[in-house]
């Protein structure tokens, strides 16, 4: 009559079981690196996107692009104010008549630069780019 | 037989079965990424076409006319510009973006004045 478990039957147990375990929790620990991973690039996107999307507002509103606009630099008028994007300290940087305020946080954003063709004004941040013309030149 | 405990096949079993869900939670999880990859490739792509668009927003209505059927971002987007009547074109922009080799599509018209 049985009883119950032998100590070999136990061992043989927790054998099979601690293997399917020990590479459940490889797989697992894979997953959370890889969403981690991808996390810090959803991020970095979306405070790309957040700072495109507020240019592109400004871009479209322009009437011209100034001549302080250099490749780190963009310097719009729009009506009678002076609109300025530029990074510094880990930030992007928005300032308007003298008052600076930051677009995004530090470490989100590693780079921004700006290239200029005509009326169109390519921004570039974290390898993603976008070109937006100015539409309302005269 | 009076059995009082499980047998080591019962066991077994039993861990079986505990593995099939865990792979299928392993599969979800592996799902969840691959969606999520390529929202973000879909929203990368949705930017550079969108760029691409406004830099033949930005051309004279003579010159876009007149320009072939050509490529952009590195031969992974197509341009095709199709006259409907004389003073009115219609643009469309195609691009095909990594991972699924999916592809995004931008129809617009450009009138002459």
Do not use: W
């Amino acid at each position: 009559m049985k009883k119950g478990f032998t100590l070999i039957e136990l061992l043989v147990a927790l054998t099979i079981l601690s293997l399917f375990l020990s590479s459940f929790f490889y797989l697992f620990g894979n997953q959370v690196r890889a969403t981690k991973k991808l996390t810090r690039a959803i991020t970095r996107h979306q405070a790309t996107l957040a700072v495109l999307n507020r240019m592109r507002c400004d871009i479209k509103a322009a009437k011209k692009t100034l001549p302080a606009s250099s490749s780190s630099r963009l310097c719009l008028q729009i009506e009678n104010d002076t609109i300025e994007y530029f990074f510094s300290g880990g930030e992007v940087k928005r300032k308007k008549n003298g008052h600076t305020a930051p677009l995004s946080s530090v470490g989100e954003i590693s780079a921004l630069s700006f290239s200029y063709a005509g009326n169109l004004v390519e921004a570039k941040i974290n390898n993603q780019g976008l070109t937006l013309s100015l539409r309302n030149q005269e | 037989m009076n059995k009082k405990g499980f047998t080591l096949v019962e066991l077994l079993v039993s861990f079986a079965i505990l593995m099939i869900m865990a792979s299928t939670y392993n599969y979800l999880f592996i799902i969840g990424k691959t969606r999520t990859e390529a929202a973000l490739e879909l929203s990368r792509a949705t930017y550079l076409i969108q760029s691409e668009m406004e830099r033949l927003h930005a051309l004279p209505f003579a010159s876009l006319a007149a320009m072939p059927a050509s490529a952009f971002a590195a031969g992974k987007g197509q341009i095709r510009i199709a006259p409907i009547t004389p003073d009115l074109l219609s643009l469309q922009l195609t691009l095909n973006y990594s991972p699924t080799s999916s592809s995004i599509k931008l129809h617009t018209l450009r009138s002459s004045n």
